[in-house]
């Protein structure tokens, strides 16, 4: 019994301590809130559990059981608000949501209290008490368990799209929940109904210090929650009033000792006067002192920049979208630096050679509304206009200084100068700004990091200035790679929308001059026969520029599709030679390929004949005379069959074959000149071939001719089953 109230004792001091320190932190946020009813339920919880197991009344017992059922819908319902929250300022959910939710919880909580959802306790032998469910518990069920299952599914989520130390903190949180509500389940829900066994519930109150042990480790290491504020300045009150207290009382007891004879109005007046002021003087000297040593405690002054830089390295490596770098960036520099609040303006180039804020990213702002810029606004120019990282206390020194100079000077521009330095440290000062970071790259402004002042009060020194540059960097860094990457996904995107809508009317084109050509509709006399030959093939040249443009956009964006199936590779390249030989026969080559009994390849054969015709149709175009051999061979051992093109053409030196498999890349020679391509069906047959699962290499001698090889994986039975 005793060792009961003992565990039931630190379960209620564990919830409600951390409870109220979390809500103390910022009593705005939702988060903060949330855990706190969180932490409430579960205090309420485990007193209405032991009640529920030492109650000797029948009825009573019953009553505290329905009552335990009413708390876990409070644990079910705040969990969930939690989880969609964190870590949020505010709750992004539907008012009309929020209140369906919060009537479904009030009716479920009054179903609990009534005989629906327990009708009875029917004792078992080994003296406990089993209750018996009733209808209303088919109703309850669902209700709590469908919340606390999406709620943790929804940790998860968040936990696999976090990074760095925002990762470890929803990690600890969700192990810390899961592992309580599994105990919960099991012991007070599970063991009871299923098997008849009530015995674990005694111990239930340590489950939720399980989830409180967790979550005060991941406050302690990871800053989750950072209560470290409100704990110092709970230390420091705490300590000022018992040290006052103690001082005072130890002077008026001795000062009373040594004036106890004699003992008057006056002298205990004085008495009281003289431990009074030494209460005071000693005041502030023991508040500095004691906000030193928690300091020392609870906020670390030391790290080291090569590791912080390391750890944010890491953790931008595979990042692209900006959103998301910002983001690591700043939690990093809030973490480290022990800040309040941090923003980010990510700037762009608008009208006459201004800048524009195009993004803004912030951490620890109750309100996003007050750090908007309007354009009028003197901060984005002046910080175009200053490179170097600037503290506001000492924007705000040179401004006292120009004071005196302004009352002797009539220059205009220092004037105005002067005016729009005080605009900005004036809005810093709004912003609660203690440091600005610009952010530059070649002499170019592409934004602008401003932090608060540190939560422990101590000033930025030199080392942190070293450390922001360095960071800044960083940011610089992650948001030249993401307006990169958006440049290319808006050309991909272009060159996409563009090449369909090209397509279309050339291809008309192109049927039109075909009719008029070979089926001879019409009167067209042999000049003018001539001209529309000539737009015929420059027609024919260009849909085949837009098709590999458009083959370059589905590759690049991933949208390209291959659907691999048996293919014969024998039919596949007499396909190809039947359809050029014409081509080869105008330039007098010959086209060599002898069949041979291979095995099946696995391929997709419309994208195989794109890479044969483009190919051959490459060896013909760079061979003047000779002729153009196809050959195939088995790699039984690797299990590949290797298809090779070889030519008796100009050929390549080494240092154009380097280049030969990127975009729009022509060799040129006085031997290419007058030779038609776009320079993309090399990088697009590569492309084709490694998403096939083979490879393409070549070969060459300059003047002796060209062998492009490559390989396609032979079929095999278990291949088939693959779509």
């Known amino acids: 019994m005793l060792l009961e109230l003992v565990i039931l004792g630190i379960a209620i001091i564990a919830n409600s301590t951390v409870g109220i320190l979390v809500f103390l932190r910022n009593t705005k946020s939702a988060t903060s809130k949330f855990f706190f009813l969180l932490s409430v339920a579960l205090t309420c919880w485990v007193t209405v559990t032991y009640l529920s197991v030492h109650t000797d009344n029948l009825s009573l017992r019953l009553f505290w059981t329905r009552a335990v059922m009413v708390t876990a819908i409070g644990q079910a319902l705040y969990f969930y608000l939690l989880a969609r929250s964190f870590p949020e300022i505010s709750l992004k959910m539907e008012t009309t949501k929020l209140r369906l939710l919060f009537a479904g919880g009030t009716l479920v909580s009054a179903i609990a209290l009534s005989p629906f959802l327990f009708t009875s306790l029917v004792r078992q032998a080994d003296g406990s008490y089993n ?32 990074h760095g130390i925002r990762k470890t903190q929803v990690n600890l949180l969700l192990t810390g929940l899961t592992l309580m509500f599994l105990l919960i389940i099991f012991f007070n829900l599970l063991f009871p109904l299923l098997f008849h066994y009530s015995k674990g519930i005694v111990i239930s109150p340590l489950f939720t210090v399980i989830f409180v042990g967790f979550t005060a480790y991941a406050i302690v290491t990871q800053h989750l ?8 300045r709970t230390v420091i009150f705490t300590s000022l009033v018992t040290l006052t207290f103690a001082i005072y009382t130890v002077i008026i007891l001795l000062l009373s000792r040594i004036f106890q004879q004699g003992n008057t109005s006056f ?17 502030e000297p023991m508040q500095k002192w004691i906000s030193e040593r928690t300091d020392k405690w609870l906020f670390k002054k030391e790290y080291e920049q090569q590791v912080v830089i390391a750890e944010l390295s890491k953790n931008l490596n595979d990042v692209i979208a900006m959103d998301e770098a910002l983001e690591i960036v700043m939690q990093t520099i809030v973490r480290v630096l022990h800040l309040k609040h941090a923003v980010t303006y990510v700037f762009q180039r608008g009208e006459k050679n201004s800048f524009g804020v195009k993004q803004v990213k912030q951490v620890g702002y109750a309100s996003s509304s007050r750090l908007i810029l309007e354009d ?36 205009g521009e220092f004037v105005r100068a002067h005016a729009i330095k005080q605009a900005v440290v004036k809005k810093l000062e709004s912003l609660e700004g203690a440091v600005a970071v610009p952010l530059h790259l070649n002499g170019q402004p592409i934004g602008l990091i401003i932090l608060s002042e540190k939560l422990n009060g101590e000033a930025y020194h030199q080392g942190d200035l070293s450390l922001l540059e360095v960071v800044g960097g960083q940011a610089i860094s992650s948001i030249q790679k993401a307006k990169l990457y958006e440049g290319d996904q808006m050309k991909s995107e272009f060159v996409s929308i563009a090449s369909h809508e090209l397509l279309t009317p050339i291809s008309a084109i192109e049927g039109y001059l075909s009719m008029i050509l070979e089926e001879n509709i019409g009167q067209v006399d042999e000049k003018a026969r001539d001209y529309l030959g000539k737009v015929y093939t420059s027609a024919k040249r260009l849909s085949l520029l837009i098709k590999d443009l458009l083959s370059v956009s589905r590759i690049e964006s991933g949208k390209m599709k291959i659907e691999p199936q048996q293919l014969d590779m024998n039919k596949m390249i007499t396909d190809t030679t039947d359809q050029l030989r014409f081509m080869a026969a105008n330039k007098n080559l010959t086209l060599n390929f002898e069949a041979k009994t291979i095995p099946l390849v696995w391929a997709d054969p419309d994208r195989t004949m794109q890479i044969m015709v483009n190919l051959v149709s490459n060896s013909i175009k760079y061979t003047k005379e000779g002729s153009i051999t196809i050959s195939i061979d088995v790699e039984k051992r690797d299990g590949f069959l290797r298809t090779s093109i070889t030519d008796t053409g100009i050929g390549m030196s080494k240092a154009q074959m380097q280049h030969l498999f990127t975009q729009f890349y022509r060799v040129q020679s006085d031997e290419t000149t007058g030779i038609a391509g776009t320079g993309l069906g090399l990088y697009i047959c590569k492309s084709i071939i490694e998403k096939m699962g083979g490879n393409i290499d070549v070969k060459s001698v300059t003047g002796k001719g060209t062998t492009f090889s490559f390989t396609l994986p032979l079929f095999k039975v278990e291949t088939s089953t693959l779509t």
Do not use: C
């Open 267 to 283: 002298q205990g007046f004085a008495i009281n006067l003289v431990a009074a002021l030494a209460v005071g003087f000693s005041f």
């Open 131 to 162: 209750p018996t469910p009733g209808p209303g518990f088919l109703l309850f069920l669902p209700y709590a368990l469908g919340l606390i299952g999406t709620g943790l599914w929804i940790l998860i989520r968040k936990m696999t799209h976090a």
């Open 225 to 232: 929650f950072d209560i470290r504020l409100v704990i110092k």
């Open 376 to 411: 009028k606004d003197f901060t984005v120019p002046y910080f175009t206009d200053h490179p170097q990282t600037v503290l506001v206390r000492d924007l705000g020194g040179d401004l006292e200084r120009e004071e005196e100079l302004l009352k002797k000077s009539q220059d």
